[in-house]
């Protein structure tokens, strides 16, 4: 069973649509995560929720809306999309261990290309 | 905030070499540096990881090492195979009273082991 999914796997969108990516861990974790990876394969932060609250919201434009409906899920929610939103998005997610090392586990990507 | 370097960005090696790659971070706070692997198509995946009261760590045909003083780590693949090939990504996160991890990822390199 897969731990990190994400739906859907590819999407291809006009500009100026709103779209929404999910996610959802199996794995009883209590933190989830949303990376933007870009053309050049950098990965960096955008929102992390720890027990549906919102912890972590990296300079990300207020048309990124994430959304936690319980532990296991994290939608993430684009409005008026951008060309410059096309990247791969992955989430990921984490157990709080209170040791600051924990690892995150990462989901397939979402592949968003908008034309 | 913290930054990670990461060289090089590409790097092709002969089946059976070895190879490294280099990071080097800022954030002297930082504890946890994890490495992950991410091939085509599919979300990253932790390899290994080191932390900061240790200086080596192996696994197998992996290893890290860390040298606190000089701010950087790095990843040691030997007797690489073709299922090596995929792009290796380093990361570092300073401990937090926070739950939620923030890690900060190198820009990744790309590794091809030629047959």
């Known amino acids: 069973d897969t731990a990190v999914s994400q739906t859907p796997k590819y999407l291809v969108t006009q500009m100026g649509n709103d779209k929404s990516i999910k996610c959802e861990q199996n794995?009883?974790?209590?933190?989830m995560y949303w990376y933007k990876q870009d053309s050049k394969k950098f990965l960096k932060i955008m929102f992390s929720y720890n027990n549906k609250e919102l912890i972590i919201n990296e300079t990300v434009p207020n048309r990124f809306s994430p959304k936690s409906p319980d532990k296991a899920h994290l939608n993430l929610h684009i409005n008026s999309l951008e060309l410059g939103d096309s990247a791969v998005y992955f989430c990921?997610?984490?157990?709080?261990?209170?040791?600051?090392?924990?690892?995150?586990?990462f989901g397939p990507g979402t592949r968003l290309l908008v034309l | 905030g913290e930054n990670v370097e990461q060289h090089p960005s590409t790097l092709s090696v002969q089946e059976g070499d070895s190879a490294v790659i280099k990071c080097t971070y800022s954030?002297?706070?930082?504890?946890?540096f994890p490495w992950y692997k991410q091939e085509l198509g599919k979300g990253s995946q932790l390899i290994i990881d080191i932390r900061s009261n240790v200086g080596e760590k192996k696994d197998q045909r992996i290893a890290v090492t860390l040298n606190k003083t000089a701010k950087h780590f790095s990843l040691h693949i030997t007797e690489t195979q073709p299922e090596d090939s995929a792009v290796y990504f380093c990361?570092?996160?300073?401990?937090?009273?926070?739950?939620?991890?923030?890690?900060?990822f190198g820009s990744g390199t790309q590794l091809t082991v030629l047959p």
């Open positions: 990361a570092a996160t300073p401990f937090s009273s926070g739950s939620a991890r923030q890690l900060t």
């Open positions: 990921a997610s984490s157990s709080y261990l209170g040791t600051g090392q924990e690892t995150q586990y």
């Open positions: 794995l009883g974790h209590d933190t």
């Open positions: 954030d002297s706070a930082s504890n946890y």
